[in-house]
């Protein structure tokens, strides 16, 4: 619990810092001025989408070899919060979209996919909902999870094989790409804030997924309880 | 500032949605545990 406690003070004081540093030390971008400052925490939504998605496709290939339910948990979870960090990044970038390209939304190769991919993983929260048996449930999600992430590095390097609206790649884009020194510092720092708000929640999640085993575990105990003779039945016979 | 209400929406964008997911699965948490402290007082009732 006191870990729990230090950790969390520690992502508040790291999020606090970075999101100062965001609006008030790093320096206005030339041509976009204010709005450029979205990015410090459109980006690292985006590289925290991708780390959960990654865990997602680990623990369900991990299902599949082990049937371990922990698996299937860490799965889920994951998948949920990249569904939450998506869904901040397809929110905020038409905020920055639209007085820079001067439209909200267009259906370019890197906004096409990555709508794709959001719809993808609510479609995986989804079908976990249709089935009850759990053992199905973990079976389908994880197989329709591996098939789901194959979206994940086409969104990835959609701006690096066509010609899109949305920017090329500032970082890791070739020769002339890259960051001022500053903005690289805040956005790093905004990345570690934001990736340790993640696995904070994520801890979350998986404890609420790991309950719902336990009470799924404690119906089937009491079914098969009330299916057994009473043990008045028992002594008449 | 120009273009300072977009940056605001944004910025109150992330931590709205991120605030409303943990307070979901807090609300999620208690009602589960609920749900089992009351199948196990049922249980131990038979």
Known sequence: MKARYASTIAVAVLIFFA???????????????????????????????????????????????????KWDSLGVSAAELAVVC???????????????????????????????????????????????????????????????????????????????????????????????????????????????????VLLDRYRLEQLRQEFDELRLEQEALALEPSSIGRERS | MKNFENLFAAWMIVWVVFFIYEISIARRMARLREDIESLKRQMRER
Not at chain 1, 28 to 44: C, G
Not at chain 1, 150 to 169: E, F, G, K, M
Request: hydrophobic share 55%; with cysteine.
């Open chain 1, 86 to 200: 998506c869904t901040i990044g397809l929110a905020t970038g038409p905020l920055w979209a639209k007085p820079v390209w001067g439209i909200w939304w267009t259906w370019d190769a890197r906004l096409t996919t990555t709508f794709i991919l959001w719809l993808l993983y609510i479609s995986y929260l989804l079908l976990r909902g249709l089935l009850d048996d759990p053992e199905k449930k973990a079976v389908f999600s994880a197989v329709f999870g591996i098939f789901a992430f194959l979206d994940a590095p086409l969104v990835y390097v959609s701006n690096r094989l066509w010609r899109t609206q949305h920017p090329q790649p500032v970082i890791l884009g070739g020769n002339n790409s890259g960051l001022d020194p500053m903005i690289g510092k805040v956005l790093l720092l905004c990345v570690i804030a934001v990736m340790g708000l993640m696995i904070l």
């Open chain 1, 19 to 69: 999101g100062y540093a965001a609006l008030f030390i790093a320096p206005d971008e030339k041509t976009m001025h204010a709005i450029q400052r979205i990015f410090y925490f459109h980006l690292p939504s985006w590289i925290a989408m991708f780390t959960a998605l990654s865990v997602v496709f680990v623990a369900n290939i991990a299902y599949l070899a082990t049937r371990r339910s």
